[in-house]
């Protein structure tokens, strides 16, 4: 079993940053691919970036050269810096976990709200 602990949500004008954290526990982190999901109000819950436990990254058209995904495994976390914040970023961010692309994103952590203002 995997535990998962988002942090670093918040307020932030149109133009900022935050940076969002992600602290696990329950498994050995360095095998696990890592990724983050964000879901707004009315909309689908998207997968917005993720790393594998190769350290190989991908994220979706609307984010690339804005965020960053990055692990570090002697601290069992993954992180989301976000940058160039706009209005349609705001939403609910989640923290999950896979062990093999078969399975899928199995492990969840509770979420936390990004809020960008114009």
């Known amino acids: 079993q995997v535990q998962l602990v988002e942090s670093g949500g918040g307020l932030v004008q149109a133009g900022g940053s935050l940076r969002l954290s992600c602290a696990a526990s329950g498994r050995t982190f360095s095998s696990l691919a890592m990724g983050w999901y964000r879901q707004a109000p009315g909309k689908q819950r998207e997968l917005v970036a993720t790393?594998?436990?190769?350290?190989?990254?991908n994220y979706i058209d609307s984010v690339k050269g804005r965020f960053t995904i990055s692990r570090d495994n002697a601290k069992n976390t993954v992180y989301l810096q976000m940058s160039s914040l706009k209005p349609e970023d705001t939403a609910v961010y989640y923290c999950?976990?896979?062990?093999?692309?078969?399975?899928?994103?199995?492990?969840w952590g509770q979420g936390t709200q990004v809020t960008v203002s114009s």
């Open positions: 999950a976990a896979q062990r093999s692309r078969l399975v899928g994103y199995e492990y």
């Open positions: 790393v594998t436990s190769g350290g190989s990254t």
